[in-house]
């Protein structure tokens, strides 16, 4: 893990919701009650590696929305 950069997590219109180290947890809660635990990489102010997936946070925040997953810091 790298804990000077970090993985900033922004709801789908860019706002801060925390922040995860390079190589950190997130947990997502899905509707059904089930978790899932993914790991976070930096790869530049705007987009992260989220479970081996690249993705621009703001994309990631709104398929969240979309799907009613809900993630925090593990």
Do not use: W
Not at 35 to 42: E, Q, T
Not at 43 to 68: C, P, S, T, W
Request: hydrophobic share 40%.
């Amino acid at each position: 893990m790298n804990a000077a950069r970090q993985v900033c997590m922004t709801d789908s219109k860019g706002r801060t919701l925390f922040s995860v180290p390079d190589g950190g947890i997130i947990r997502m809660l899905y509707g059904n009650g089930e978790d899932y635990f993914a790991v976070c990489r930096y790869l530049d102010e705007a987009h992260a590696e989220i479970d081996g997936v690249r993705y621009a946070v703001r994309e990631f925040a709104r398929r969240m929305e979309q799907n009613k997953i809900s993630y925090a810091p593990a």
